[in-house]
């Protein structure tokens, strides 16, 4: 069975810290994909990026950047120079290669001060 | 563009009543999925509907159930209620699940069901 474990339940940082959310997963697949997403207080989610078991890279994009890495089942966001905009739940998900079935993490909270 | 449209936002019902939700997902979106979201559990796969037909389905009860119409919206429907069923319930869409989309999911902002 496929499990998403998000260690950390809650992180505060004052505004500006770069910040690290883990996330530790588990499947049998060999094809399979990872995802993050964001809920803000809004309450909908926002989907953040997606890689592929077969792709390692690590991937920049503005403030935030991934870290893949397959041999440790570790799929880890980093927030550059955080913003209070930036305080949501953010969720850890795995899925199949095929179909819309995600196995979510239980998330991890963000606070950003100012 | 407008995103997942989801009825009711807010909704109580009693033991035993049973509810129907409502989604209309992105234009030329094919497929919709449904999220169970509680505190205890988390976010939980409920079932996805592409092109009217059920692709997956999750570890739910047979009380939760759905369908999805020939414009792609998409309802699901839980019977006899019961206090654990208090959830929000987010549907998201897709444009498909394979290659290039699989797993990019728009969500709409929930539907909220408190059952007394």
């Known amino acids: 069975a496929q499990k998403v474990t998000q260690a950390q339940t809650e992180i505060s940082v004052v505004e500006k810290e770069d910040v690290t959310l883990d996330c530790v997963y588990e499947?049998?697949?060999?094809?399979?994909?990872l995802f993050w997403y964001k809920q803000p207080p809004s309450g909908e989610l926002v989907f953040l990026i997606r890689r592929n078991s077969f792709d390692e890279q690590n991937e920049i994009s503005g403030r935030y950047s991934w870290n893949f890495q397959k041999s440790t089942s570790s799929f880890n966001f980093t927030i550059t120079a955080s913003q209070v905009v930036d305080s949501a739940v953010y969720f850890c998900a795995l899925s199949e290669a095929r179909g819309n079935k995600l196995v979510f993490g239980a998330g991890t909270i963000l606070r950003v001060k100012s | 563009k407008a995103g997942v449209t989801q009825t009711p936002r807010y909704l109580i019902k009693t033991r035993g009543q049973q509810v129907t939700l409502s989604c209309s997902p992105i234009?030329?979106?094919?497929?919709v999925s449904w999220y169970q979201q509680t505190p205890g559990q988390g976010l939980q796969f409920l079932f996805e509907y592409f092109s009217e037909t059920q692709r997956n389905k999750g570890n739910f009860p047979g009380r939760f159930s759905g369908r999805q119409f020939s414009n792609s919206r998409s309802e699901m429907n839980v019977s006899t209620l019961e206090l654990g069923d208090s959830a929000l319930y987010l549907c998201?869409?897709?444009?498909?699940?394979?290659?290039?989309?699989?797993?990019?999911?728009?969500f709409g902002e929930g539907s909220r069901l408190t059952v007394l």
């Open positions: 499947t049998r697949d060999t094809t399979y994909y």
């Open positions: 234009s030329g979106h094919r497929s």
């Open positions: 998201a869409s897709s444009l498909g699940g394979t290659g290039t989309h699989a797993g990019e999911l728009f």
